[in-house]
């Protein structure tokens, strides 16, 4: 890969956050540091798809991994950080912004990210995180071997794990709902996975599809009034961006939310064995230090996988609730309400 030279005016100008991207952030990202950039500078470009804890954290995790692999942002890389606020129409823009600026590198947070960086550029190396499935997306030939411009790291989730500790938790359970966006193919997949789970565990699976935020309140109520025990949520960005909406529904019925990830917690969610975002973050930081130190490619550097899970029990909930933790559980538990 050649490395652009920057001129410093230049660099400066590229910090500039993009006009009507509604929330795009360069000073948390290093833009304070621009000034005192060197003149070779690596370009590197963050597109994060909605603001939430877990793709926040994420983007905390890939800093610090440049920073640990010996990269000074704001010196020897200057990163441009934009947030498209959940809009299409922002998400294009920023992307386009970055394939003009043939940035030396991007990371994309969330699928919807990835999948429109990769349609802006098909040279600019690209890593993903918070992806649930590549291939699905197509934004990789294979795991293995994605064979274009395109890698990362991979948030699927231990979804049996989680239905095992929702057992644990409710042994009596006989059915569950689910409740995910239409339009994320991520959270397609895994409501997918989810019902192989509970089909395997003996668990029937009523489901229920949004299309945006003002949905949740009349769907929750709506899937509540079938004969269910728990509401199952994946990691699902509109979801994510909306917890007390659904918990504030379930709440009433006494009806407990597992959700597909720790940030699901704060917003009400009962438990999960969630990915932790930070580290998958830091993964995706280190690869992306390899690509831009020339060891590899991402054609050919393999996907990887969530290194660390934690299991996590909201106790706000469980007193809220009067569900019963198992002693060999009661060490996960936690008041996540106020994080």
């Given at each position: 890969m050649k490395m652009k030279k920057w001129l410093a005016?230049?660099?400066?100008?590229?910090?500039?956050?993009?006009?009507?991207?509604?929330?795009?952030?360069?000073?948390?990202?290093?833009?304070?540091?621009?000034?005192?950039?060197?003149?070779?500078?690596?370009?590197?470009g963050i597109v994060q798809l909605a603001d939430h804890e877990a793709l926040d954290?994420?983007?905390?995790?890939?800093?610090?991994?440049?920073?640990?692999?010996?990269?000074?942002?704001?010196?020897?890389?200057?990163?441009?950080?934009?947030?498209?606020?959940?809009?299409?129409?922002?998400?294009?823009?920023?992307?386009?912004?970055?394939?003009?600026?043939?940035?030396?590198?991007?990371c994309a947070i969330a699928t919807q990210a990835a999948v429109q960086m990769a349609s802006a550029s098909s040279e600019i190396p690209i890593v993903g995180t918070a992806?649930?499935?590549?291939?699905?997306?197509?934004?990789?030939?294979?795991?293995?071997?994605?064979?274009?411009?395109?890698?990362?790291?991979?948030?699927?989730?231990?979804?049996?794990d989680q239905v095992?500790?929702?057992?644990?938790?409710?042994?009596?359970?006989?059915?569950?709902?689910?409740?995910?966006?239409?339009?994320?193919?991520n959270s397609r997949i895994q409501a997918e996975l989810f019902k192989k789970s509970c089909d395997a565990a003996g668990i029937d699976v009523e489901e229920m599809t949004?299309?945006?935020?003002?949905?949740?309140?009349?769907?929750?109520?709506?899937?509540?009034?079938?004969?269910?025990?728990?509401?199952?949520?994946?990691?699902?960005?509109?979801?994510?961006?909306?917890?007390?909406t659904l918990t504030g529904v379930t709440d009433e019925k006494q009806i407990p939310v597992f959700g597909g990830e720790i940030a699901h917690l704060s917003g009400g969610a009962l438990a999960t064995v969630s990915v932790d975002y930070y580290e998958l973050g830091k993964q995706t930081g280190t690869m992306a230090a390899e690509i831009l130190k020339e060891e590899a490619q991402p054609a050919t550097m393999p996907i990887e996988m969530p290194e660390t899970t934690t299991t996590a029990i909201n106790s706000a909930a469980v007193e809220k609730l009067?569900?019963?933790?198992?002693?060999?559980?009661?060490?996960?538990?936690?008041?996540?309400?106020?994080?």
């Open positions: 005016g230049a660099l400066l100008g590229s910090m500039v956050v993009l006009a009507g991207c509604g929330g795009g952030n360069a000073d948390s990202a290093g833009g304070s540091a621009a000034s005192e950039a060197d003149a070779d500078a690596l370009q590197v954290r994420a983007r905390e995790g890939f800093e610090d991994g440049l920073t640990d692999a010996g990269y000074t942002i704001g010196k020897d890389v200057v990163i441009d950080f934009q947030n498209a606020q959940g809009d299409q129409s922002n998400l294009d823009t920023i992307t386009k912004q970055f394939a003009s600026d043939k940035k030396d590198l991007v992806i649930t499935d590549y291939v699905a997306a197509n934004l990789a030939k294979s795991d293995e071997e994605p064979g274009g411009n395109v890698t990362g790291t991979s948030d699927m989730n231990p979804i049996d095992a500790l929702m057992q644990k938790l409710l042994p009596d359970i006989k059915t569950v709902g689910i409740i995910y966006s239409s339009s994320e193919e949004i299309s945006n935020v003002n949905e949740i309140q009349q769907a929750a109520t709506s899937l509540i009034g079938e004969d269910i025990q728990a509401v199952y949520v994946p990691t699902d960005n509109l979801l994510a961006s909306a917890m007390t009067g569900i019963t933790v198992p002693d060999d559980l009661a060490e996960y538990e936690k008041d996540y309400s106020a994080e």
